[in-house]
């Protein structure tokens, strides 16, 4: 079986567990049969009319029925302690390798999958495929062993009644495989989206509850929810139709030996002499056929939890199947810090049209550039590649004249700072969070960083100062604040190189003025590519290129651009007009 061997992969070193399990539950399906065929020896000694029944014999048999059935059972929970052994490791490696492969992806795959759809991708199917080493593993071997072992017995006792059983048998498995089979898989696959779908839009509603609030669009917001939950009964429905009449017919012909079987025996017993035989036999039969068609449904049941088992895997491996960052095997070291792009052209994983096109430009060693340009121009994307958030797919972006994918990826990350929009602070006390900048700063250190970036006033209003845990106890920060903080760990961390993206949207006035005083002292003396909205912050810098479409369109300083009349002059012409309108509505406001 596929599922299994693909299972074993997972856990190299205890493949022993599995086949220990496997084993176990297949000598114990064995000793599951042997109780019916003493039972019927018993019964057979019993009914005998020619010579009166054994005392010695029928114990023997009553104590091997037994035996044999109490055999199985302990076996069967052998088998069980194993596969649950099995199943553990299965998840631990599986969430392992999953994160293992995850940490070596690009920075920018997590841009598109959040982290809490990776978690729950991971997590489920993890836990799916341990529910199925664990609890269907043992019953595998019987839902195979079984059907074939009964199979043979039928047709050991009397050929004509065991010829019989196969109309139903042949009829109930025709009927499974149309349940199952190329459709059944689809049906699987649709399942375990749309709950996929459900959980995830369950989730974006509980995120989006403030804005919601605010727009006060309760019912509209919840459209998405209602519809994925909506979709997902419809599925679950159409599903539960039309296997409706399949499954019905199943459960009534795997059911059904005796309406053959009775009569069959009472035209044999009406053709024969021996009709104590054929009794026996009859017996025999109905005694095993239950059994039988309770390995069939099982059997059925376990196609299902192994098409789960399956999909489960082919999730998580679509998840971790992202190209991984190359590394080299020849680092360079940086030398130098001049940052220069080479008709860099990259196109977005699962987008058609590119990005950004024939990207080229250099920023000298120490001096400042700005990206500034229309949303969506593609200015992002461009500051991302050089601390490799993705790779560019033609073109080189280096530092100091050596290929960013030339450098260990270590060696760059201590070369390159970078502080993006969405801050990010852990759940841990602050000194920790700075220290993520630069693990063995001493306390002095930190402090002087935090001046540097205008925080002292928050740290004074923290109760208990560097150690207070953010997001405990109330103490929440402002996106100002927080921001500030990352670029005190910038500040902490001084990389020769900086990347800036929209360090100052969203802030007011005030804490745009702390940020822009942390953000010149971060940037003292380093080679700098700052995104920037507001166009005030880049007259000064030393050049400045103006990003449309995925090109640099303009480029040059603040004046020389002016001067052009071009894109960035109408662009100044708007932000200066801008600012009148605030002015405006605060004179009106007074
Ligand atoms: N992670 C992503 N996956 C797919 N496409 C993306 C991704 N990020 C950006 N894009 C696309 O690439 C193009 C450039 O986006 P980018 O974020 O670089 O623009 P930008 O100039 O930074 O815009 P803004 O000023 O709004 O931040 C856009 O068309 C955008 O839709
Ligand atoms: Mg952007």
Same mark, same amino acid.
């Given at each position: 079986?596929?599922?299994?061997?693909?299972?074993?992969?997972?856990?190299?070193?205890?493949?022993?567990?599995?086949? #220990?399990?496997?084993?176990?539950?297949?000598?114990?399906?064995?000793?599951?049969?042997?109780?019916?065929?003493?039972?019927?020896?018993?019964?057979?000694?019993?009914?005998?009319?020619? $010579?009166?029944?054994? @005392?010695?014999?029928?114990? $023997?048999?009553?104590?091997?029925?037994?035996?044999?059935?109490?055999?199985?059972?302990?076996?069967?929970?052998?088998?069980?302690?194993? =596969?649950?052994l099995?199943?553990?490791?299965?998840e631990?490696?599986?969430?392992?390798?999953?994160?293992?492969?995850?940490?070596?992806?690009?920075? /920018?795959?997590?841009? !598109? &999958? +959040?982290?809490?759809?990776?978690?729950? *991708?991971?997590?489920?199917?993890?836990?799916?495929?341990?529910?199925?080493?664990?609890?269907?593993?043992?019953?595998?071997? #019987?839902?195979?062993?079984? +059907?074939?072992?009964?199979?043979?017995l039928?047709?050991?006792?009397?050929?004509?009644?065991?010829?019989?059983?196969?109309?139903?048998?042949?009829?109930a498995?025709?009927?499974?495989?149309?349940?199952?089979?190329?459709?059944?898989r689809?049906?699987?696959?649709?399942?375990?989206?749309?709950?996929?779908?459900?959980?995830?839009?369950?989730?974006?509603?509980?995120?989006g509850?403030?804005?919601?609030?605010?727009?006060?669009?309760?019912?509209? =917001?919840?459209?998405?929810?209602?519809?994925?939950?909506?979709?997902?009964?419809?599925?679950?429905? =159409?599903?539960?139709?039309?296997?409706?009449?399949?499954?019905?017919?199943?459960?009534?012909?795997?059911?059904?030996?005796?309406?053959?079987?009775?009569?069959? =025996?009472?035209?044999?017993?009406?053709?024969?002499?021996?009709?104590?035989?054929?009794?026996?036999?009859?017996?025999?039969y *109905?005694?095993?056929?239950?059994v039988?068609?309770?390995?069939?449904?099982? &059997?059925?049941?376990?196609?299902?939890?192994?098409?789960?088992?399956?999909?489960?895997?082919?999730?998580?491996?679509?998840?971790?199947?992202?190209?991984?960052?190359?590394?080299?095997?020849?680092?360079? +070291?940086?030398? !130098?810090?001049?940052?220069?792009?080479?008709?860099?052209?990259?196109?977005?994983?699962?987008? !058609?049209?590119?990005?950004?096109?024939? *990207?080229?430009?250099?920023?000298?060693?120490?001096?400042?550039?700005?990206?500034?340009?229309?949303? #969506?121009?593609?200015? $992002?994307?461009?500051?991302?590649?050089?601390?490799?958030?993705?790779?560019?797919?033609? /073109?080189?972006?280096?530092?100091?004249?050596?290929? %960013?994918?030339?450098?260990?990826?270590?060696?760059?990350?201590?070369?390159?700072?970078?502080?993006?929009? !969405?801050?990010?602070?852990?759940?841990?006390?602050?000194?920790?969070?700075?220290?993520?900048?630069?693990?063995?700063?001493?306390?002095?250190?930190?402090?002087?960083?935090?001046?540097?970036?205008?925080?002292?006033?928050?740290?004074?209003?923290?109760?208990? /100062?560097?150690?207070?845990?953010?997001?405990?106890?109330?103490?929440?920060?402002?996106?100002?604040?927080?921001?500030?903080?990352?670029?005190?760990?910038a500040?902490?961390?001084?990389?020769?190189?900086?990347?800036l993206?929209?360090?100052?949207?969203f802030?007011? +006035?005030? &804490?745009?003025?702390?940020?822009?005083?942390?953000?010149?002292?971060?940037? @003292?003396?380093?080679?700098?590519? $700052?995104?920037?909205?507001?166009?005030?912050?880049?007259?000064? %810098?030393?050049?400045?290129?103006?990003?449309?479409?995925?090109?640099? %369109?303009?480029?040059?300083?603040?004046?020389?651009?002016?001067?052009?009349?071009?894109?960035?002059?109408?662009?100044?012409?708007?932000? @200066?007009?801008?600012?009148?309108?605030?002015?405006?509505?605060?004179?009106?406001?007074?």
């Amino acid at each position: 079986m596929q599922i299994i061997s693909k299972l074993r992969e997972y856990i190299p070193e205890k493949k022993g567990l599995l086949t #220990g399990a496997l084993f176990l539950s297949a000598t114990s399906s064995l000793l599951g049969i042997l109780p019916f065929v003493f039972i019927w020896l018993l019964v057979r000694e019993l009914l005998n009319t020619q $010579t009166p029944p054994s @005392q010695a014999l029928v114990s $023997t048999y009553a104590w091997w029925a037994s035996g044999t059935a109490l055999g199985g059972v302990l076996l069967y929970f052998l088998a069980l302690t194993l =596969s649950h052994l099995a199943a553990f490791r299965l998840e631990n490696n599986i969430r392992r390798q999953a994160m293992q492969k995850i940490v070596h992806f690009p920075l /920018g795959f997590f841009d !598109n &999958n +959040p982290s809490g759809r990776i978690r729950k *991708i991971i997590d489920d199917n993890a836990g799916i495929t341990h529910m199925f080493l664990a609890h269907q593993l043992p019953d595998l071997a #019987g839902s195979i062993l079984m +059907p074939l072992i009964s199979l043979v017995l039928l047709f050991v006792f009397d050929w004509r009644l065991g010829l019989a059983c196969l109309i139903p048998i042949v009829t109930a498995l025709t009927i499974t495989r149309f349940m199952i089979g190329e459709q059944g898989r689809r049906i699987m696959r649709e399942y375990m989206t749309s709950l996929e779908d459900m959980n995830a839009e369950a989730v974006e509603y509980v995120r989006g509850i403030p804005v919601v609030k605010v727009f006060q669009q309760t019912v509209f =917001s919840f459209k998405n929810f209602y519809d994925s939950i909506i979709r997902y009964r419809d599925m679950v429905h =159409s599903f539960a139709v039309t296997r409706e009449k399949s499954l019905a017919s199943y459960v009534t012909t795997i059911h059904a030996f005796a309406y053959i079987l009775i009569p069959l =025996s009472i035209l044999l017993i009406g053709n024969s002499e021996d009709y104590s035989s054929i009794l026996l036999d009859l017996i025999f039969y *109905i005694l095993i056929t239950p059994v039988f068609a309770q390995c069939i449904m099982k &059997n059925m049941y376990m196609n299902q939890a192994v098409g789960q088992a399956v999909e489960a895997i082919r999730r998580i491996e679509e998840l971790t199947d992202v190209k991984q960052l190359d590394v080299t095997d020849d680092p360079q +070291p940086i030398t !130098n810090h001049e940052i220069a792009f080479k008709e860099v052209s990259f196109t977005y994983p699962g987008n !058609n049209s590119k990005a950004v096109e024939d *990207i080229k430009f250099t920023i000298p060693q120490g001096k400042t550039y700005a990206l500034v340009g229309p949303s #969506g121009g593609g200015k $992002t994307t461009i500051a991302r590649f050089i601390p490799r958030f993705w790779d560019a797919d033609t /073109g080189q972006v280096s530092i100091g004249g050596v290929d %960013v994918r030339d450098v260990a990826p270590k060696e760059l990350m201590r070369h390159v700072s970078f502080v993006f929009q !969405n801050t990010k602070l852990f759940k841990t006390s602050l000194i920790d969070n700075l220290r993520y900048g630069n693990a063995h700063a001493s306390e002095e250190a930190v402090n002087r960083a935090l001046d540097w970036a205008q925080c002292r006033e928050i740290i004074d209003r923290l109760p208990n /100062g560097l150690n207070t845990v953010i997001g405990s106890e109330g103490t929440y920060l402002s996106g100002g604040e927080q921001q500030r903080i990352a670029l005190a760990r910038a500040i902490l961390k001084d990389a020769p190189v900086v990347v800036l993206d929209e360090a100052t949207a969203f802030s007011d +006035p005030e &804490n745009e003025h702390l940020i822009q005083r942390a953000l010149n002292k971060l940037t @003292q003396g380093k080679t700098v590519l $700052t995104i920037a909205h507001r166009l005030n912050n880049v007259v000064d %810098v030393d050049s400045i290129l103006v990003i449309d479409k995925g090109a640099v %369109v303009e480029q040059g300083k603040h004046e020389e651009l002016l001067r052009k009349e071009g894109t960035y002059a109408g662009m100044w012409n708007e932000f @200066q007009k801008s600012l009148q309108w605030t002015v405006g509505k605060e004179v009106c406001n007074d």
